[in-house]
């Protein structure tokens, strides 16, 4: 099967297209013929080993010391099932589905993929295309778990959302306003109609120097981007406010533990998984009408290297979509 590979580290250029086994499925998995998958901010760190500050080395021990174990990059991803394994119950064949791989697995930037039903995978709604549903996972799961469960996002609450137009940001502000939250979005001059659209209550350009409303503080303040920093932010935190950031290094991992039983002003380390439950609630709330994907491209499979620049150019609008046909002969 035709599959986006890399085979070192380094620039978008690294990733081609070329030809790799087609996975076996064992008793417990399902085998999807992939139409749509993302390419998300974690597709192009592992693609350039790049992670937060201190975790360079255990990055690297993860995917591979001196080039990747597994040279098909992709976890997010929506198609039809083709086989199932003798075990498996919750699928069946012909089923849309999406959803996520494990992350030390990936390999969903390929024409089919290899998932285990236990896995963060769901049935796709007849309401949503298979680019919609590939661009839910990872922005729509991280979303979810900053702003509900580690932000704890309750009405009333004021919530700054940094990178609010990101893959993560449109999520984030979207349920955010779902819960209740009085929120503002800081994203760029041709983005502020977009997180105004989202439910925004308030947007703040950042071009123009700020990154937030002046004099003005947050109960939570969810940084998307990696742009502000706890010391940066500690004057537009309430009393008891909160500081998340969604990719934390070392230097956040101290903060987090320093701050953790202070009765005044933490910052909070946190990572997010994709699950089934997420997906579930997601799907919940996008049948409600509270929350929708928003896609910014979406590219054929040919182009892989114009999607991975894009998405590391870090001033996407929301996901970007690879389709997964085969290049012709």
Not at 52 to 76: E, Q
Not at 248 to 257: F, H, K, N, P
Not at 312 to 320: I, K
Request: include cysteine; aromatic fraction near 6%.
């Amino acid at each position: 099967m035709q599959a986006c590979i890399y085979e070192e580290y380094g620039p978008a250029e690294v990733v081609t297209v070329g030809e790799v086994a087609r996975p076996e499925v064992k008793a417990d998995e399902v085998l999807v013929r992939v139409h749509a998958a993302s390419v998300t901010t974690a597709d192009w760190r592992f693609r350039r080993a790049a992670f937060p500050g201190g975790f360079a080395l255990a990055g690297r021990l993860m995917l591979g010391l001196f080039r990747p174990r597994n040279p098909v990059l992709g976890m997010d991803f929506a198609g039809t099932v083709v086989a199932t394994g003798k075990d498996v119950t919750r699928f069946r064949l012909g089923d849309r589905v999406f959803g996520s791989t494990n992350p030390m697995r990936r390999g969903a930037h390929a024409e089919y993929v290899a998932v285990k039903e236990s896995d963060a995978v769901a049935h796709t709604p007849a309401s949503l295309t298979h680019a919609q549903a590939a661009a839910i996972p990872f922005g729509g799961n991280s979303g979810l778990a900053f702003i509900r469960d580690f932000g704890r996002v309750q009405p009333g609450h004021r919530v700054l959302i940094v990178g609010a137009s990101g893959g993560v940001g449109v999520w984030a502000v979207q349920i955010a306003r779902h819960l209740g939250a009085e929120v503002t979005g800081v994203c760029s001059t041709r983005n502020l109609e977009l997180v105004r659209s989202l439910g925004a209550h308030h947007v703040v350009d950042y071009t123009t120097g700020q990154l937030g409303e002046p004099g003005k503080q947050y109960d939570l303040i969810f940084d998307t981007v990696g742009v502000t920093t706890f010391a940066g932010c500690k004057a537009a935190l309430t009393e008891k406010g909160l500081y998340l950031p969604l990719n934390s290094g070392l230097a956040e991992m101290g903060q987090a533990l320093l701050t953790a039983f202070s009765r005044g002003k933490r910052v909070k380390h946190a990572i997010s998984k994709n699950t089934r439950e997420g997906l579930e609630a997601l799907l919940t709330l996008i049948a409600s009408g509270a929350i929708k994907p928003v896609i910014d491209a979406v590219y054929p499979m040919s182009q892989i290297v114009a999607a991975h620049r894009h998405v590391e150019g870090r001033h996407r609008s929301g996901s970007v979509v690879v389709t997964m046909e085969p290049l012709a002969a």
